[in-house]
């Protein structure tokens, strides 16, 4: 009886023992062949991998960005493909893309949690590639970008923070998300400039203009914000001039003390007298709807007064800006202003005003249609 006792004993904590060890290879296992699979060799990642990138991290850390599937399928276009500028019989593959991040001198490199928007690779290709930093402190960036519309891309932004392949996201200029992607033309595109900012450049349909938006890179965010807002004539890059963004705190400070942008010598409330004597002759004269206006070439002078009334003590009442080659867009305005004190339709006008209270003046921006870009401001 004692023999059996103690054989039950011994068999049942036998039997524990198995049990645990068993439970603790079956928990092990998955693991290390996890483990596994977060390094690839080097030489491996030369071999598997569709596309490869050198990009440097804020502190100009070199690493290789290995981009990769297991299940690649591999096929020859039978036509050419115009939005890729690919011919036929090139090249395609397919699959679930993944990205093994390899730093200089290492002999294994990291696969990347971080999810990619690529499901197609056509060779040769262009629509992925890095933008270098200006400066140091900036990291390179890759730029993973899909077909958006017929005038542009959608463009996916990564850097690499702590050894990691981070995505960054875009907000506006308050910080709050625009989205994960942002638009650039196919060709140039985009553009590193100093101080850590970033230029998207794309065609405006609605505005048959090109939008020229800037953006700066915060790392430790990993954002890019909204900095500044554009839209220029030709598809080159604007290397002067003025963004939307400084051009309209220089307007609004301008307005709000009753000046003429650029020429404080002229105010609303300045006679006629003084006018004549600060400005050349105007290009040429006449009544508007509320007194007279002398017409210069890049604005107007609006007086208290009618044309057969008009006299040395006339005053100005109202400053008139021909700012239409500036291409300000109302939604623009609105993003760097704030918003207006008032916005409506002016029949009477035959257009839209948005209207601005700066303290004793009044700013006010006229346009026609609600895409329209600014025809006109005046200061009141």
């Not at 914000?225 to 290397?239: E, F, G, K, M």
């Not at 207006?340 to 005003?353: I, V």
């Amino acid at each position: 009886m004692i023999y059996s006792k103690y054989y039950r004993k011994w068999s049942l904590l036998a039997i524990l023992i198995f049990a645990s060890i068993t439970l603790c290879t079956l928990l092990i296992l998955p693991t290390t062949s996890a483990a596994k699979e977060k390094q690839i060799s080097a030489d491996q990642l030369k071999s598997k991998s569709r596309l490869s990138f050198t990009l440097r991290d804020a502190n100009q850390t070199s690493y290789t960005v290995y981009i990769f599937a297991d299940d690649e399928q591999k096929y020859t276009l039978t036509e050419p493909n115009d939005w890729t500028n690919n011919k036929t019989d090139d090249k395609s593959y397919s699959g679930t893309y993944r990205a093994v991040l390899l730093k200089k001198g290492a002999k294994y490199g990291t696969v990347q949690t971080t999810k990619l928007p690529i499901e197609t690779i056509i060779l040769p290709q262009t629509w992925n590639y890095t933008i270098k930093g200006k400066e140091a402190g900036t990291p390179d960036m890759l730029m993973l970008t899909d077909w958006g519309t017929s005038n542009f891309n959608e463009v996916h932004t990564y850097i690499i923070r702590s050894g990691v392949l981070q995505p960054i996201k875009f907000t506006d200029n308050k910080g709050k998300k625009i989205s994960g992607a942002y638009w650039a033309s196919r060709n140039n595109g985009i553009r590193s400039l100093s101080g850590s900012r970033v230029q998207f450049k794309y065609y405006n349909n609605m505005q048959f203009k090109y939008a020229v938006d800037t953006f700066k890179l915060n790392v430790s965010k990993l954002e890019l914000r909204l900095s500044d807002t554009r839209y220029v004539d030709q598809s080159s890059w604007p290397n002067s001039g003025m963004g939307d963004r400084a051009y309209l705190e220089s307007l609004k400070a301008a307005a709000s003390k009753g000046m003429l942008p650029g020429r404080s010598d002229i105010k609303i409330g300045m006679t006629l007298k003084s006018v004549q004597s600060n400005l050349n002759k105007p290009k040429s004269r006449g009544n508007e709807e509320w007194g007279a206006f002398y017409y210069y070439s890049q604005f107007g002078l609006g007086f208290d007064s009618y044309m057969h009334e008009l006299n040395a003590k006339s005053r100005i009442a109202i400053l008139q800006l021909y700012n239409e080659k500036q291409n300000l867009a109302p939604q623009n305005v609105r993003l760097w202003l704030g918003k207006p004190s008032n916005e409506y339709y002016n029949e009477a006008a035959g257009g839209y005003e948005m209207t601005y209270r700066l303290g004793k003046h009044t700013l006010v921006f006229n346009y026609e249609e609600e895409d329209d870009l600014i025809d006109f401001t005046n200061i009141y």
